[in-house]
C-alpha cells in the first residue's frame, strides 16, 4: 500500500497528459490532490475528464483550502461530489458553527471525507498558524476529520500532532506536504509519523513520474519497516 | 456613489439573468463580488461572460477565500486578473511569508486589489478568528491591503477594525459581509464605520432588485448625513 499523494499542481500541461499520468500512476499511489489553480486553469470541464478516471479505492482529494460560511463551502463542492471525488481540504480556523459543522455533516451524508489543516509548510504559517495551534486544537477534537494536514518542512508539527491525536484518543490520518521543491526529503514525514505525503513537482516535473513514485515507495518501505 | 457591493451568490440563475442584473444595477452599485460557488457552478467561461461587462470604475471582486502557499494563489487568480477583475479576497490568517506578502506584490503588479478579511459573520469566527485577532491586526499592518472585510453581524468588530486602523494611521476600507439573511439591518454596518455593505441574496432574490438597491442607497445616505 502506497503513502503517496500526488498533488497535481501544474497549470503548462493539458488534460490528456493528466489522464495520462493518472492512468499510468494510479496503481503505485494512494491518491491524487487537486487544488485551485487546476480549476481556474481546466475548469469544471477538466474535473469531469479526470473524473472519468476515479476508482473508489483511492483517495481522490479536493483541495481548495475552503474557509467560508457552510452554505459557500457545501455549494463549492457538490459538483465535484457528484463527480465522485471523496475526500476535501477545509481550514481548521474557519471554526465550527456555521461552517466546519455543517459542512462536516454534508460531507458525511455523501459518503466523502473532510481533511482539516493542522498547520502549513510555508514561514507564514508559523507567524499566525503556528500561534493559534491550541485554539486549532480545540476545533479539530470537536470535527473529528478524516484527516489533517501537517507540513513535513516542520516535522515537529507533525510529532505535535501526533501526540495532540494520541492524548485525546482520537483517530486521524495525517497527510503531510512540503516535500521536495518546498524542502523536506521524501520519507521525513512518515519518519515523524504521518501516514501519507503529499508530492508534486518532485513527480509530476520527473521525466519519469513512474520510477520516481516506485523510489518513493520503496524510502517510505524502509522507513515503516524501521520505524 | 453607491456603498452596495452586490454578492451574486445563487447558482440557480443562467448566466444571462446575471448578465441582465449586472447591466441593470450596474449604474447604482459600487461593484460586484463573485464567490467560489459561482465558480464550481459557471465555470470559467461564466466569468469570461461576465467579464465583457467590466467596467474599471466599479469594484469587481474575486471571493474564493485565498488562504494558501503564494504559487497556489497566484496562480489561482492569474486568469481572473487577464480577465479583468481586480479585486481578490484573501485570509489574513494564512501570513506573510510565502504567501500574503508575494500575493499582494503580484496583485499591486496587476493593478488589482487585495482584500483580507479580519473577521467573519458566522458564529464558528468568535471561538478562532476572533480570539486571534491581535495576531491577524499583525499581519495586517504589516500587508496594508486596499480592504479589509468584517462582519455586519457583529458590528463591535468593525468598530476594533476601525480603531485599529486609526491607532497604526493607515487608511484601509471596510466591507461588511452579513446584511439581510445572515441577520444585519442594511445600514448598521456603514453606522458602525464600514465603507461598503456587501448584500447578496437581500437583492438577488428580491423579485424588483433595482428598486431594492435604490432603497438601501437612501438607507445608506440617511446613515452618513447623521453619522
Known amino acids: 500500500m502506497s503513502r503517496i499523494i ?13 489522464k495520462e499520468l493518472i492512468s499510468n500512476t494510479q496503481e503505485y499511489v494512494a491518491g491524487y490532490k487537486f487544488g485551485l489553480p487546476f480549476l481556474t486553469r481546466y475548469g469544471i470541464r477538466g474535473f469531469k475528464e479526470i473524473s472519468r478516471l476515479i476508482n473508489e479505492e483511492k483517495l481522490w482529494i479536493i483541495d481548495f483550502k475552503l474557509a467560508d460560511i457552510s452554505y459557500v463551502m457545501t455549494k463549492s463542492v457538490e ?45 507564514g504559517a508559523i507567524d499566525v498558524l503556528d500561534k493559534s495551534i491550541s485554539i486549532i486544537e480545540e476545533v479539530i477534537a470537536d470535527i473529528r476529520p478524516w484527516g489533517l494536514v501537517a507540513p513535513a518542512t516542520r516535522p515537529e508539527m507533525i510529532k505535535r500532532a501526533k501526540n495532540f491525536l494520541h492524548k485525546n484518543g482520537i483517530e486521524i490520518r495525517i497527510l503531510s506536504p512540503g516535500i521536495g521543491y518546498q524542502g523536506a526529503e521524501p520519507g521525513k514525514a512518515i519518519q515523524y509519523g504521518a501516514d501519507y505525503e503529499i508530492i508534486g513537482r518532485l513527480i509530476t516535473y520527473s521525466p519519469d513520474p513512474i520510477l520516481r513514485i516506485k523510489e518513493i515507495n520503496c524510502i517510505h518501505e524502509k522507513v515503516v519497516r524501521s520505524g
Open 6 to 18: 500526488v498533488a497535481l499542481d501544474r497549470v503548462d500541461k493539458s488534460i490528456d497528459w493528466y
Open 79 to 123: 459538483p465535484f461530489v457528484k463527480m465522485g471525488f471523496n475526500a476535501f481540504i477545509a481550514h481548521s480556523f474557519i471554526g465550527r458553527h456555521g461552517s466546519l459543522r455543517e459542512l462536516k455533516e454534508y460531507l458525511l451524508e455523501n459518503n466523502s471525507k473532510l481533511i482539516l489543516i493542522y498547520t502549513m509548510s510555508h514561514q
